[in-house]
C-alpha cells in the first residue's frame, strides 16, 4: 500500500514565498516521475511541474522563473519552492506519483495525494 500526502500550503500575501512538499510512502519499489497539478475554484487541473528520476525537471509557462520542483530520493519526497506568489495562483495544489510498488516492481501505478491550498491574496 502507497499513500502520498502533500503539506506547506498557506495563506500568503502577493510576492510572497511557500515550499510545498509531497511525501510517498508504503511499499514502494521505484518512484519513476512525480508531478505537481493545481486546480483553481471552478477551473480544470492543470500540471505545474514535473520531474522524472535522473531526469530534468519541466514548468508551466506561468511558473517558470518563479517556481523550483526537486526530488529527494532518499526520502521519497519532491518540493516545490513558490516564489513571487500572485492571486492567479490560488489554487489546491496536489501532488501525483508514478510508482512501482514491491508487489508488483515492473508494473507502475498513478497515486494522487489530497491536496493542499495554497492562497495569495492581501
Known amino acids: 500500500q502507497v499513500q502520498v500526502v502533500e503539506s506547506g500550503g498557506d495563506s500568503v500575501q502577493p510576492g510572497g514565498s511557500l515550499r510545498l512538499s509531497c511525501a510517498a510512502s508504503?511499499?514502494?519499489?521505484?518512484?519513476?516521475?512525480m508531478t505537481w497539478y493545481r486546480q483553481a475554484p471552478g477551473k480544470q487541473r492543470k500540471l505545474v511541474a514535473g520531474?522524472?528520476?535522473?531526469?530534468?525537471?519541466n514548468y508551466a509557462d506561468s511558473v517558470k522563473g518563479r517556481f523550483t520542483i526537486s526530488r529527494d530520493n532518499a526520502k521519497n519526497t519532491m518540493y516545490l519552492e513558490m516564489n513571487s506568489l500572485k492571486p492567479e495562483d490560488t489554487a489546491v495544489y496536489y501532488c501525483?506519483?508514478?510508482?512501482?510498488?514491491?508487489?508488483?516492481?515492473?508494473?507502475?501505478?498513478?497515486?494522487w495525494g489530497q491536496g493542499t491550498q495554497v492562497t495569495v491574496s492581501s
Open positions: 501525483n506519483a508514478l510508482i512501482a510498488t514491491t508487489q508488483a516492481p515492473s508494473r507502475e501505478e498513478v497515486y
Open positions: 508504503g511499499s514502494i519499489f521505484n518512484i519513476y516521475a
Open positions: 520531474i522524472v528520476r535522473g531526469g530534468r525537471p
